[in-house]
């Protein structure tokens, strides 16, 4: 979404509580923020098992 960005507070493989933020939601529209929690919350899933730690990717991404 344009004018949307997120700060990741936790990343994989972090423990989570309930309750507790795993990211920070930044928008420039109120209007985009159903629709962005809902993007954001379809790409994390939540395990009781531990899940191994990767290195860190860094990726510039930029629209045209």
Excluded at 3 to 23: F, M, P, T
Excluded at 30 to 35: A, G, I, R, S, V
């Amino acid at each position: 979404l344009p004018g949307v960005g997120i700060e990741l507070v936790k990343r994989k493989g972090d423990s989570v509580k309930e309750g507790e933020d795993i990211c920070i939601i930044y928008f420039d529209d109120p209007d985009q923020l159903d629709e962005a929690e809902k993007i954001i919350h379809s790409a994390y899933s939540y395990s009781g098992i531990p899940v191994k730690k990767k290195g860190r990717i860094i990726k510039e991404i930029s629209m045209p």
